[in-house]
């Protein structure tokens, strides 16, 4: 199985500043039809998760575009350029590449 | 718009059985994928089932394989998951999730919980 790791596992942030996560898998995430199936997920208090970026890179519909996915191969970041109140909340980076699909362990991110 | 609502959640005892579904509206539910992934509580996220378009290709994850049936009636815009001889580290909410870029749309959940 592909286990995926995420740093930080928390990360307070000041308003307005920007803030990182980045994500690590065990293997290489190339599919071999040549995508890399590595999604970020956001999960706010009380809520189910929500799509923010899929394929590294590529932000899902209606998510601000202060939310940017980079990486390649087996490494991947997250940044959010500058942090809002309504940012708060669990961040999961996922690799859809090979089955059993895999989560990372999750990255809480709050307002200092 | 997309919807996706579970229903079927609840208190079993160890050993027990249920069955969760989940309604698609809002889209051609036939021509997409579907999966269920589940949340213990104060936990993670944990990818359970796979089902394709077609219901003919299936996976599910080790901790579920044997227990659980995930199924799907593309005439009634649906998705199952029949669970079988409950355990307690089963308790979590259940997802519903379309696979369209990834997983781009997801239901709110359906709270299992397995108890004696």
């Known amino acids: 199985d592909i286990v995926m790791t995420q740093t930080p596992l928390s990360s307070p942030v000041t308003l307005g500043q920007p803030a990182s996560i980045s994500c690590r898998s065990s293997q290489s995430l190339v599919h071999s039809d040549g995508n890399t199936y590595l999604s970020w997920l956001q999960q706010r208090p009380g809520q189910p998760p929500r799509l923010l970026i899929y394929k590294i890179s590529n932000r899902f519909s209606g998510v601000p575009d202060r939310f940017s996915g980079s990486g390649a191969g087996t490494d991947f970041t997250l940044k959010i350029s500058r942090v809002e109140a309504e940012d708060v909340g669990v961040y999961y980076c996922m690799q859809a590449t090979q089955f059993p699909f895999t989560f990372g362990p999750g990255t809480k991110v709050d307002i200092k | 718009e997309v919807q996706l609502v579970e229903s079927g959640g609840g208190l079993v005892q160890p050993g027990g059985s249920l069955r969760l579904s989940c309604a698609a509206s809002g889209f051609t539910f036939s021509s997409y994928s579907m999966n269920w992934v589940r949340q213990a509580p104060g936990k993670g996220l944990e990818w359970v089932s796979y089902?394709?378009?077609?219901?003919?290709?299936?996976y599910y994850a080790d901790s579920v394989k044997g227990r659980f049936t995930i199924s799907r009636d593309n005439a009634k815009n649906s998705l199952y998951l029949q669970m079988n001889s409950l355990r307690d580290e089963d308790t979590a909410v259940y997802y519903c999730?379309?696979?369209?870029?990834?997983?781009?749309?997801w239901g709110q959940g359906t709270l299992v919980t397995v108890s004696s």
């Open positions: 999730a379309r696979t369209g870029s990834e997983f781009d749309y």
């Open positions: 089902i394709s378009s077609s219901g003919y290709t299936i």
